[in-house]
């Protein structure tokens, strides 16, 4: 099948979240190509940006279980190849 790239982009409200959310992001490693995490001190929340390699129903999946995280706002871009 298909992969296709795509780029995730979370925002961490609850840092009771990040062990899940952390968790979720290793059970899905073989599909990461980087990830970048910037904590934003003066508002507590951290910024995350996670770019994937994978089929496009995996980056959905893996996308659909990080928001269902309390705390954690996800949005998804996908690249066009």
Known sequence: ME????????????????ERLNGLLHDYGQYIIGRMGIPYREK?????????????????TLAGKLGMIKGVNVKTIYSKK
């Open 3 to 18: 992969t296709r790239i795509a780029l995730i982009g979370i925002i961490v409200e609850d840092m009771d979240a990040v």
């Open 44 to 60: 507590n929340i951290n910024i995350i940006s996670v770019v994937v390699n994978a089929e496009a129903d995996i980056i959905s």
